[in-house]
């Protein structure tokens, strides 16, 4: 319980995320996956409004790790590539990832109220 | 994998060294290799142009991490040992990864904006290329040192008539006389200035080949401090008169003829009939030619001896000296003026004395400095322009920036920091302009250093050097400061506070920066108001030149250089050739008449005096151009007879000699008097005027024609075989022509070169290339500005349009005609086109009184050409003005006003 609270304080440090982490995060929420299954799911997630070009890609994951908001794994036994290095999501990372979420969540809120309250103004 | 993916993977992974190492050992094959499936699938979705896109995206990707990258490596290695140390070592890391934020956010907004950044990098581009490929050009001549051992104390010792080149030449006895006498000089040397009247004919393998060499005093070169590429110099035996024959080749001569064989020196090649030995062969860095020679060329140095008998040429060397460390060119004159004070005193008699002392580098350059500091000042003026129309640009998008400017310094960006981004930006820009100018100077430079008909010296040294790409990169750097300057005084006054006060929709661009962007426009506007009124002048004097009427009709003729290595015996034989020769020409089917001439016009000038018999002349001999020539010369030319008679067969070496004058030359010497059946003195001998010749423009088409006088060539004869060159008329295409006459020419004397020829055209044309040559990259230089200015006013009113867009909506509801509205804006465009234009205008009056050397029949302040430039301005600014006035007047009210 006390992990879990230090871990919320600590993760408000990263807010706002930047969206190319954003979806990173939420590429891995669903599991280990490497670098280039994550572009692939960003891409069709976003249907092509971010393209993780290699180096932004490998880049973010580096500075994602640093930060400990993933980790490195070993990945399955069987795979297809020997270079490919597998991530998964860190505790600290799950709780960024939830926190960024309530975050957008609150602004959707507040956006929709704030429209519906000015629509009746605009004819 | 297809060869075009694997190119693409190889360029890609190259790029990755210039990420750090630790990003390389940890994700470079992983990146490589999901590149590799990214350039897979685009090629296959997209083809090739796909694959380019992902390339050029990947990369720019890259590129813009590099940075972020290097910064990351840095605290991961450097983590613990920052920690302690002083806080100067912790500022100076924070500026760097500061700086590497900018660098990497400037980059993002530029991928962003790829349209803007492409057309901002060719408006910069045209400005650096422009002026890269002046200052290459200007470079050899106004620059870089020429290609001698201390070049600075090497001068030029003319002699001090005007006029032909025997005016500006020494007899080889002053030579003599001024190394023994001066004080100043290290040492003095000289070359034989008329080599072009000599020729040589290589006969060996291949065909015979015509070569022009230029004999030099046997410490020429080393008083230059040229170094040979191979070989030793003239050694004594050979720079006597009659000496052993030797050659020094060209560089050009040597790569051309021989391949470039290490072996030649020492080789003996066969010379007008004689083995003559190469001793030595000249380095590519200097070009005779093209220093001293302009527009010639030149294919090997032969020794020329200073003794009695070259002196007996009279006026004919050219000289060059060393002074001594520490001696003026003031004081070296002063010098040899004493020397010929001296001299004259000595021997009363003794004609031809003379020095004028000038700095080699200055000589050389000499009349075309001017030309060349036009072109520069040319080069600056469209550098202006395009700066103009950036500032133009980026201020146009000041207004979105000031907004982020505003939110980012009130989220507590300091001041400095945004200035430091807009610089890079800005800086950003001008790199990649500079990337453009560079590629734009490198072909500019290339076509240049082609060319070898333009008689400007050191052109073809021209290059690509690291002067010019250092002058390349200092130019964009100023750039990209000058034009960020704009942006960057927006915030410097503080104006995002005030951007986030406006209300982004209805707020129209503040009175303030419209000044700015229209005091822009009109700069640019005025400068090539300049511009184009600087080359409207030169383009009319062009065409004034090409109107001259140069006394002879030089469409429809080709001349060849006829040199045989034949001996003659006597006069007779030597006429007898030349007679069987011109016969054979002229009965070739299709040639309507055959002329000889010793000089032809536009080439070869020398002078002889000539007197009447019987007048004294207290005030100096009079001198005229000599030609000498057969008796179909005058006919062949077109040049008209305006009395007497033409010469004879008759008129031969046992005949009175005769002598046809020209109009001038009959004036001068025989004011008001019929100068015909009149004798006159040449060479010592009585001559007999039996026609009047019309004037011929020889020396240059812009000087009218000096005395000169024909004389037949059948009685001149005094030994050796004089090089001659025939002229052809004929209606026949020119290869046709060529043929049927190389033909002939080998059929007679098989020994003879007979590749050298030239349409009398093709004469006319290189004697105008300097004046041609400025004038097309004035003229381009003024089409760019005119262009960018064209494009900075459409630019500027297109935005304004836009903004105005809902005011128009509401003029227009309330009844304003859409005629009306595109008249206001055209008027605007005029009006802003005229300021322009006055100021320019107002400009060009007081700068083209500098171009007045280079005017030829049309005044600084010609009418004609300020009101043409004028117009093509207005005119050009309305149609660019008239596009945002058409959108603006098809607005429609309802959505305008929907919109506000």
Redesign the interface.
């Known amino acids: 319980m006390v992990r879990a609270g230090a871990d919320a304080a600590r993760a408000a440090g990263f807010l706002p995320l930047k969206p190319v982490r954003f979806h990173v995060l939420l590429a891995l929420a669903a599991g280990e996956s490497h ?2 299954a994550i ?1 692939q799911e960003v891409e069709s997630r976003t249907e092509g409004a971010i ?1 993780l ?7 973010t ?3 994602l790790e ?1 930060d400990g908001l993933i980790e490195e794994t070993s990945g399955p036994r069987v795979s297809d ?1 020997v ?3 597998y991530y998964r999501l860190s505790g600290l990372g799950r709780s960024v990832l939830a926190a960024e979420t309530d975050r957008l969540a609150a602004l959707v809120r507040e956006s929709r109220s704030r429209q519906s309250r000015s629509r009746p103004r605009e004819v | 994998m297809s060869d075009r993916v694997r190119l693409a993977v190889r360029v890609f992974a190259v790029l990755h060294w210039l990420l750090p190492a630790r990003y390389r050992r940890r994700h470079g094959a992983e990146s490589v290799s999901a590149f590799e499936r990214m350039a897979q699938e685009s090629l296959s979705r997209s083809g090739t142009a796909g694959l380019v896109r992902s390339l050029v995206s990947a990369s720019l990707d890259l590129l813009s991490r590099v940075p972020a990258e290097h910064g990351a490596a840095r605290r991961a290695e450097s983590i613990g040992a920052t920690r302690g140390s002083g806080g100067l070592m912790r500022r100076m890391d924070g500026l760097r990864s500061g700086i590497a934020q900018d660098v990497r956010y400037a980059l993002r907004r530029l991928r962003r904006e790829p349209g803007f950044a492409i057309f901002a990098a060719l408006i910069i581009g045209l400005g650096i290329g422009a002026n890269t490929a002046v200052f290459s050009v200007m470079s050899p001549l106004l620059i870089r040192s020429l290609p001698f051992r201390e070049p600075e104390r090497l001068v030029w010792v003319s002699n001090v008539g005007r006029g032909g080149l025997s005016s500006v030449t020494s007899r080889t006895s002053n030579l003599r006389d001024f190394r023994e006498l001066n004080r100043t000089f290290e040492s003095l040397t000289g070359y034989f200035a008329f080599f072009d009247y000599g020729s040589y004919t290589l006969v060996g393998t291949g065909e015979p080949e015509r070569l022009v060499g230029v004999g030099i005093a046997q410490d020429f070169l080393d008083v230059l401090g040229v170094a040979p590429r191979l070989g030793r110099g003239f050694v004594d035996e050979e720079s006597v008169w009659g000496g052993r024959a030797a050659a020094i080749l060209t560089h050009d001569f040597w790569v051309r003829r021989f391949n470039a064989r290490p072996d030649m020196v020492g080789q003996s090649i066969t010379l007008n009939g004689a083995p003559t030995e190469v001793v030595r062969v000249l380095p590519s860095t200097f070009d005779f030619a093209s220093t001293f020679t302009p527009a010639s060329h030149i294919d090997f140095l032969l020794p020329f001896p200073i003794s009695d008998e070259t002196d007996n040429w009279g006026n004919t060397l050219a000289m060059v000296g060393r002074l001594r460390p520490g001696v003026t060119v003031a004081e070296a004159q002063a010098d040899l003026d004493r020397v010929i004070t001296q001299l004259q005193r000595d021997d009363p008699n003794r004609w031809g004395l003379g020095a004028r002392v000038t700095g080699l580098r200055d000589h050389i350059a000499g009349e075309h400095r001017s030309a060349m500091l036009l072109l520069a000042a040319a080069a600056a003026a469209v550098m202006l322009v395009a700066c103009a129309n950036l500032s133009n640009l980026l201020l146009a998008r000041g207004r979105t920036r000031s907004k982020e400017m505003a939110v980012r310094s009130a989220l507590g960006a300091e001041r400095r920091r945004l200035l430091r981004q807009l610089t890079i930006e800005s800086l950003g820009l001008a790199l990649a302009g500079g990337v453009v100018g560079v590629a734009v100077a490198w072909l500019i430079i290339g076509a240049v250093a082609q060319t070898s008909s333009v008689s400007i010296p050191m052109l073809r040294t021209v290059s690509m050097d690291g002067a010019v790409l250092l002058f390349a990169l200092g130019i964009t750097l100023v750039t990209g400061l000058l034009t960020g300057l704009a942006p960057v005084l927006q915030v410097w006054r503080g104006r995002e506070a005030a951007a986030m006060r406006e209300n982004s929709r209805s707020v129209t661009e503040s009175r303030r920066s419209t000044t700015i962007r229209e005091a822009l426009v009109v700069g640019e506007m005025a400068a090539a108001c300049v511009l184009l009124v600087g080359s409207g002048l030169l383009i009319r004097s062009f065409l004034r030149v090409l109107e001259v009427d140069l006394g002879y009709t030089p469409s429809g003729t080709v001349s060849w250089r006829v040199d045989t290595t034949r001996p003659f015996e006597n006069a007779q034989g030597h006429v007898a050739y030349y007679d069987a020769l011109t016969r054979r020409i002229s009965e070739l089917p299709g040639v309507e008449s055959v002329g000889l001439t010793d000089a032809p016009p536009l080439g070869r000038n020398r002078q002889w005096g000539i007197r009447v018999l019987g007048v004294d002349y207290p005030d100096g001999q009079p001198s005229a151009f000599p030609r000498l020539v057969d008796r179909g010369y005058l006919e062949a030319m077109q040049i008209p007879l305006r009395s007497g008679r033409h010469f004879l067969p008759s008129d031969n070496a046992a005949s009175r000699k005769v002598v046809i004058l020209n109009q001038t030359a009959a004036r001068a010497l025989f004011p008001g008097q019929d100068a015909l059946g009149r004798t006159v003195i040449i060479i010592g001998q009585e001559w007999e005027v039996i026609g009047i010749a019309g004037d011929v423009r020889h020396q240059a088409l812009e000087e009218a024609s000096g005395s000169e006088m024909y004389l037949p060539f059948t009685q001149l004869w005094e030994g050796g075989s004089p090089a001659f060159t025939l002229v052809v008329r004929s209606g026949l295409p020119l290869p046709s022509l060529v043929a049927n006459v190389r033909g002939a020419l080998r059929e007679l004397d098989p020994s003879m070169a007979t590749g050298d020829h030239q349409t009398l055209d093709a004469v006319v044309d290189q004697a105008i290339s300097p004046r041609r040559f400025v004038l097309v990259i004035l003229g381009g230089f003024a089409a760019t500005a005119l262009l960018l200015a064209a494009l900075g006013i459409y630019a500027v009113l297109s935005y304004t349009v836009s903004q105005r867009i809902p005011e128009i909506g509401v003029r227009m509801a309330l009844g304003e005609s859409a005629a009306h509205v595109r008249w206001r804006i055209v008027r605007r465009t005029l009006g802003l086109a005229l300021l322009g234009v006055v100021i320019g205008a107002t400009l060009s009056a007081a700068l083209t009184r500098l171009l007045q050397s280079m005017l030829f029949g049309v005044a600084p302040a010609d009418p004609v050409t300020f009101g043409a430039m004028a117009a093509l301005l207005l005119v050009v600014s309305a149609i660019a003005g008239f596009l945002p006035a058409r959108r603006a007047s098809a607005t429609d009210p309802v959505a305008a006003l929907r919109f506000s």
């Not at chain 1, 070009?53 to 880049?59: I, R």
């Open positions: 670098g280039y572009r393209r070009w290699p180096t932004t890609l490998y880049g994951l580096s500075e640093s590539d270079h490919r290095r």
